[in-house]
Every structure is written in structure tokens, then in C-alpha cells.
């Protein structure tokens, strides 16, 4: 990047990161601000950040971005004063436009200097400037005062002479406000000269610096050559520097003054650096935190006539650094020796308002150094949760020695004592654990409220009434998940909107409101991130979705399948009951992908759904990932141990023989409450005899499709387990394998694996019944 500073492209990532995150939670205000129109809250909460983007875009060079949100700061300012209304229009305008600078954002970030593509840059740009220039014209009358006048006399007078007010008391009063109005525009004009000195009036050497700047960056300053105009601006700038008492006016000086030069060593004074001047006089023109003008006493010192102010000018508040003059000589009475060695006592009042005031400044202090942050890369936290995985692994080792200590008879007091240390270590390790694990987490709101933008822009391209409601944007999930999550939340909320919310006259002939509903939620259970999508829509046709099933040779004409088993089919590659494809979505398509990065993390993707009722996507993944340290139970099964992940155990009992039935294709199912579990080794579907299962243990695991029992021989105890990666195991069966205390291995069970295997078990039984029914 050339542009005369040596900026460190560090810098400029922390920039992009913290705007991106600033900017992701933009787009679903202003679709709150759709629907609320009059909340003022919202237009604050979205106009400080692209006021703070607009501002430090141009330290980095990143004109093309500065001048695009200039334009939607212009647009928000205009909202925020009451000169505009929220109307469609708008809203698409400032997305529009918010979408771009995200892009350009990413883009910059990855290319390393401003980088976009121009048409869509000038499409979103020209998008604000129309709504602008129109709203310019259209308060054009606004701008003359003498205009606004005399279209406020021809008005009154038009109402005045109207027919019905012939004769009423009503047209004597409106003539008698015409009188009084007559009256006061005639001293309108002495008033407004008072408060606006006209520019050639104003001194734009040095002793007003905020007026200066403005006349520097109009009409006079113009006919200065250009070295002298920027030399008299820089003055400026280091005397309202000097003149600031707080930090934040400082700041807003300096940053100013970097903004002034960086444009200036690029482009010149040319139209956009006049307007940052006149920006940045009028944000400095609201500050109050400023050094008094030195008063000089009358007896002291009189004023040479050149330096007095016009007359009817008001003088602004702040001026210069005091220049050194020769004041008149003023023959005066020496005050009395007492007088000279006796201050005068400072009023009470203005002591309390001084230590009010240091008390405020320090509890401003503290409250910066509380809120002070430092980023640390992902790669280097990363490292460190994997040395806090090490001390999981070290911690069952010293475990197993304790237990080896504790069969070998050793002393009680060794015994003892090495357990309270075991415990201690566990311990710390345990919170150094969470401390890490909470580093790693971000706010999920940007990614939540995203989904109210889908739902906008699908419901206005379908002609739809969809409410968009989102819960749990508070919650703060690994950064990881926000990309794991963020695709299939996506989808399913694009499939929800365009197939699954009826348009309003189907929903009105079904005795169902007009406007459908989408609710969005997320939240923490049992070391789980849950999200879900439910909408009040039509829910899945699962008719259609058996006939596509049977059309595609999945299953025959006449096999009888669960509903379970039927929506699970949406989850097959390429497999959708839309009736025709839109731009949008089609209710199934891409669902395999939506599993498949799923259940790659680690997690499960449920559906419930019901016919006329609507639908629920329930996503649920650990909440830790990365260095991936799991709660699991820890099951022997023919001599070797194996690990059984305990995020979706439900439980475990020894069966009864009673409980226990054979199918007809020679599986074994077990009756357990409501019910019926089909019964898996990790060999397989187990087809043995009764005996060998009353001698193990079940373990019911809960699935999408239905639970079903894992049978063991022994359950050995709870333990925290590192999963860690093999790559060269190519079998279906395990995720992975963990280090146990005595340092021997110990293979992950993958349950997401094994439910899979039971469903096409399931299908290849129908595929083979069918078969065997045409032969």
C-alpha cells in the first residue's frame, strides 16, 4: 500500500477484524428499524459504528470504503434528524450499501490493500446518492431563510382566503398571526447575521481556529495557494490541539489532522477533503472540553481597535493560544502590600465542582483500563489449549499410579497425600480448561441476527408476511462454531422462509394467521451449543417425500416406512420434493452437506416436523472444539477398553430376559419403557443368544431417528478423555483414540457412525424385501 505512511499491515487487520465484528450485527437492525421506524436507539446503535469506520478507513488508505460510508452516515444523519422516514427504499439502500463495505472489508484483508469490484461499488454507492439528492432537492426551500418566508406567507395567506373562512373568526385570527410573522421576519435578517457571521467576516489567520478551519475549507480558502491554504490548516489544527483539555477532543484533533494529510498527499484538496474538513470543524465544534480564552482585566489592558470583533458578531467559543501583544501602559495605584500576599479564597462551589471533576476523570481512567483488551492470534491459543489437553492426559496418569500405589499396599499417608495433590492438579487444570475455552469465544449475535435479513429479503421477493424471531443473542460459542454453524443456519432459514411459510391467502384459508413466523434460538446445554430453527409453516410433505424416495428406486411402492426414516431421506445428496427450483432454496437441497459439516464437528441435526403445524431443525455440537476434551464413559468389550462419548448417552442397565425380542429377520430388539431398541454390538446388529445380553450392559444412545442400546460387557467409570485425530484408521467405527493413565490407547467410539449403519441397515432390508417379493 503506497500512500506515504509506513502502515503496519497488522494494524490494518486488527482494523478490518473489529470492523467486521462491529458491522456484522448492522444489517439486522435495520431490519428492526423497518418495523420500528421511530426507535432512535436503533439509528444510534448503527450510526456510531459507520461514523468510527468512515473516520479510520482513511488513516488506512481505504478511500473508496471512506467515501462510501460517508454517504450512509449522511443517509443515517438524516433519519436520525426527522429530515427523512424509514421507508423500504432506504433500508435496501443502507443493506445494500453495508454489504458492500463488508465485502470490501474481505476483500481488502485477504489482498492487502483496497481491493473491489467497481460495479457493484458504484451500484450500492449511487443507490444512497439518489435517495440524497433527492431529499436535497426536495428541502432545497429550506436552505434561503428569506425563501422560507415568503412560502410561509403565501401558504398562510392561500389558507386565510379560503371560502369557508369568509367571515369567521377563525380568518381574523389567521390575519392577525399573518400581522405578527409580517413583524418578526422583518428583524429575521439583524437576528441572523448576529448568529452566523457570513464568511468574509471571519478571520481565518489564527485567533478562531474551529471557523478558520471552515473558512479554510470554503470560498477564502480557495483563493490561497495550495501550500499556504494547508500550511494555515495545520496551524489550525496544532492550536485546537494545544487549546484541548480531554483526551477524546485530543483524539478527535489529531485524528483530524492524519486524516487531512493522508488526503492531502494523495488527492489534493478536492471535493472530499473539503468535506472532511467541515466534518471535522463541526464534530470539534460540539466538544466542550476546552482551555478558557485568557480574560484580561479593562484596567490591565485595552484591546487595539484592529483586534475587536465586528459589530453584531457574536465571537465563537473557542479561540487560539493567546499571541503576545504590547498592551498600553496604564498609569494605576499599586494595590496595598496585604492585598499582594492575601489570595483570595476560592469559592466553596467551585472546589466541589473541581474535585467533581476529578473524581469523574478518574473514574474515566478506571473504567478504560477495565475495558482494555489485547488480541491474541487463534493459531497461539490453539497451542495453548493443546498443552491443557497434555495436563488432561497427565492428570489420568497420575491417577492410575495412585491406583496402583493404593493395590500395592503402600502407606496410607502416601496414598493420601499424592490424591490430594492428584485433586489439586485436576482442579487447576480444570479452570485453566474453562479460561481458555472462554478466550475462544465470541458473541453469536452477528450470526443470529443475519437471520432476519434472509427472512426480510425472502418474504419481499415472494410477497410474504414472515415475522423473523431471534433468541439467545447473548450467547457466546467458540469462534470455530460461527463458521461450523453459520452455512446450515443459512440454508435451513432460506428453506424455512421459501418453502415453508405459506403465502398469505393459504394461510388465511387454513385459519392461520397472515404473517407466518420463523424463530431462531440458540443456547448452552450440557457442554452443547443448541441451535434451532422452527417455523409455523406448512411443514414437510412427507407424501411427497416417500414418492421421491420411491421414484429414486429407495424404497419400493408398497414398503411400510416410519415417518422418522422418511425424513431422514432429505438428508440424501441431491434429494428434493420442490416442485421447482427458485433462486432461493429448495426444501432438501443441500441438506447432505448441512449433516455432513455437522456431524465433521461432531454434532447432531435433528427434525421434528408435523403437517400443517410446521417445522423444527434442532443443531446441537460441542461446545468445545479444537483441542476436543470429552466427558465419556469409559466400556470394556471383549477384554479392550473403548471410549463411549457422553454427550448422548441417556443412560444404562443390565436387561432382563423378559424385556428382550427376536424379529423376524433375526435381530434382537429390548423393550426399555416406551421403547423398542434395536440392539447393536460394535460388531454389528447383535443377533446372539439371550443369555450373553443379560450377562452385559445396555447403553441407550439417543438418536435423530430413534434411540437404540450399545451393548457392552462392563462399564469401567466416568472420565475426561483429548481425542485425538488418527488419520490412517480408515474404519467407520471410531472418531479417534485417546491416551488412557497406564499410557495405552483406548479407541473413540463414533456414534454418529453407528447410526448411520443402522440406517441402511433399515434400507437395505426394504431394498432386500422388495427384491425378494418381485423373485
Known amino acids: 500500500m503506497d500512500n506515504g505512511y509506513d502502515i503496519d499491515r497488522e494494524m490494518m487487520i486488527d482494523f478490518i477484524d473489529e470492523s467486521m465484528e462491529s458491522l456484522a450485527v448492522i444489517p439486522g437492525y435495520f431490519v428492526n428499524l423497518e418495523s420500528n421506524p421511530n426507535d432512535l436507539g436503533i439509528l444510534e446503535s448503527v450510526f456510531r459504528p459507520i461514523h468510527s469506520l468512515k473516520g479510520n478507513a482513511a488513516y488506512f488508505g481505504l478511500l473508496k470504503l471512506k467515501a462510501l460510508a460517508h454517504e450512509l452516515e449522511s443517509l443515517l444523519d438524516l433519519l436520525r434528524k426527522g429530515r427523512l422516514t424509514v421507508t423500504k427504499a432506504i433500508i435496501d439502500a443502507l443493506l445494500a450499501g453495508v454489504d458492500e463495505i463488508i465485502e470490501i472489508l474481505d476483500r481488502t484483508r485477504i489482498e492487502g490493500n483496497e481491493s473491489l469490484n467497481e460495479a457493484s461499488y458504484r451500484k450500492a454507492l449511487d443507490r444512497v446518492l439518489k435517495i440524497l439528492e433527492t431529499t436535497s432537492s426536495a428541502a432545497a426551500i429550506t436552505t434561503n431563510t428569506q425563501d422560507l418566508w415568503q412560502t410561509g406567507f403565501a401558504i398562510l395567506e392561500k389558507v386565510t382566503n379560503a371560502p369557508i373562512l369568509t367571515g369567521s373568526d377563525e380568518r381574523e385570527r389567521l390575519l392577525e398571526l ?57 496551524t489550525h489544527l496544532a492550536a485546537l490541539s494545544q487549546a484541548a483539555l480531554s483526551d ?38 460540539e466538544q466542550q472540553s476546552w482551555h478558557k480564552p485568557s480574560e484580561t482585566p479593562a484596567t490591565e489592558t485595552t484591546p487595539a481597535p484592529a483586534e475587536a470583533a465586528p459589530p453584531g458578531v457574536q465571537e465563537p467559543p473557542l479561540a487560539a493560544p493567546a499571541r503576545e501583544a504590547k498592551p498600553e501602559v496604564a498609569i494605576t495605584q499599586p494595590p496595598p ?44 491459543i490453539d497451542a495453548f489449549l493443546e498443552f491443557v489437553g497434555e495436563l488432561i492426559a497427565v492428570d489420568e496418569m497420575f491417577r492410575y499410579i495412585h491406583a496402583e500405589l493404593v493395590n500395592s499396599n503402600a502407606g496410607i499417608q502416601i496414598t493420601s497425600s499424592l490424591l490430594r495433590v492428584i485433586n489439586t492438579f485436576t482442579k487447576l487444570s480444570d479452570d485453566l480448561q474453562r479460561s481458555i475455552m472462554e478466550i475462544r469465544k465470541v458473541s453469536a449475535k452477528g450470526m443470529l441476527q443475519k437471520t432476519q435479513r434472509i427472512v426480510r429479503d425472502v418474504a419481499s421477493v415472494q410477497d410474504k408476511q414472515i415475522n423473523a424471531v431471534v433468541s439467545g443473542l447473548n450467547t457466546r460459542i467458540d469462534r470455530s462454531l460461527i463458521e461450523t454453524l453459520e452455512a446450515p443456519l443459512v440454508h435451513m432459514v432460506r428453506n424455512a422462509a421459501d418453502h415453508g411459510i405459506e403465502p398469505p391467502e393459504i394461510r388465511r384459508s387454513n385459519g392461520k394467521p397472515e404473517s407466518g413466523e420463523i424463530e431462531v434460538a440458540m443456547h448452552e446445554e450440557n457442554d452443547m451449543v443448541v441451535l434451532s430453527v422452527r417455523d409455523d409453516g406448512k411443514g414437510l410433505d412427507l407424501e411427497a417425500i416417500r414418492q421421491k424416495a420411491v421414484n429414486n428406486g429407495i424404497i419400493g411402492e408398497d414398503d411400510q416406512v416410519t415417518n422418522e426414516l422418511l425424513v431422514n431421506f432429505i438428508f440424501s445428496s441431491g434429494f428434493s420434493t420442490a416442485k421447482q427450483v427458485t433462486e432461493i432454496s429448495g426444501r432438501g437441497v443441500g441438506m447432505d452437506a448441512v449433516k455432513k459439516g455437522v456431524e465433521q464437528a461432531g454434532g447432531t441435526i435433528e427434525v421434528d416436523t408435523e403437517p400443517g403445524k410446521g417445522s423444527r431443525f434442532t443443531i446441537k455440537l460441542p461446545s468445545s472444539v479444537g483441542t476436543q476434551i470429552l466427558e465419556s464413559f469409559v466400556v470394556k468389550v471383549g477384554g479392550e477398553r473403548f471410549i463411549v462419548p457422553m454427550e448422548r448417552i441417556s443412560g444404562s442397565f443390565r436387561p432382563d430376559t423378559a424385556c ?66 488418527i488419520p490412517w ?47
Open 178 to 234: 399573518s400581522q405578527i410573522l409580517s413583524a418578526l421576519s422583518k428583524k429575521q435578517p439583524e437576528g441572523a447575521a448576529a448568529a452566523t457571521p457570513s464568511p468574509k467576516e471571519q478571520d481565518i489567520n489564527a485567533d478562531h481556529p474551529i471557523e478558520g478551519l471552515r473558512a479554510l475549507a470554503g470560498n477564502l480558502g480557495e483563493k490561497l495557494a495550495e501550500n499556504e491554504r494547508a500550511g494555515r490548516i495545520r
Open 248 to 285: 477524546e477532543t485530543r483524539q478527535l484533533v489529531n485524528q483530524a489532522s492524519e486524516e487531512f494529510d493522508l488526503f492531502f498527499n494523495t488527492i489534493g484538496f478536492d471535493p472530499m477533503l473539503t468535506q472532511s474538513l467541515l466534518e471535522a470543524a463541526d464534530q470539534l465544534a
Open 337 to 380: 502590600a496585604e492585598a499582594a500576599t492575601i489570595p483570595e479564597p476560592t469559592p466553596p462551589v467551585e472546589v466541589e465542582a473541581a474535585a467533581e471533576k476529578t473524581n469523574a476523570e478518574a473514574e474515566r481512567r478506571e473504567s478504560k483500563e477495565a475495558a482494555r483488551s489485547m488480541r491474541v492470534s487463534e493459531e497461539a
Open 660 to 725: 428382550l425380542s427376536r424379529l423376524p429377520n433375526g435381530n434382537v430388539c429390548v423393550k426399555r419403557k416406551e421403547d423398542i431398541l434395536p440392539i447393536l454390538s460394535l460388531s454389528g446388529l447383535y443377533r446372539g443368544d439371550f443369555q450373553s445380553l443379560a450377562n452385559g450392559i445396555l447403553v441407550t444412545i439417543e438418536s435423530r431417528i430413534s434411540p437404540f442400546a450399545l451393548l457392552v460387557d462392563t462399564i469401567i467409570g466416568l472420565q475426561k478423555v483429548v481425542l485425538r485425530a
Open 729 to 775: 484408521i480408515f474404519t467407520k467405527k471410531f472418531v479417534g483414540a485417546a491416551v488412557m493413565g497406564d499410557g495405552r490407547v483406548s479407541m473413540i467410539v463414533d456414534l454418529n457412525a453407528l447410526e448411520d449403519y443402522l440406517i441402511d441397515q433399515e434400507l437395505s432390508e426394504l431394498q432386500g424385501s422388495k427384491t425378494g417379493n418381485a423373485g
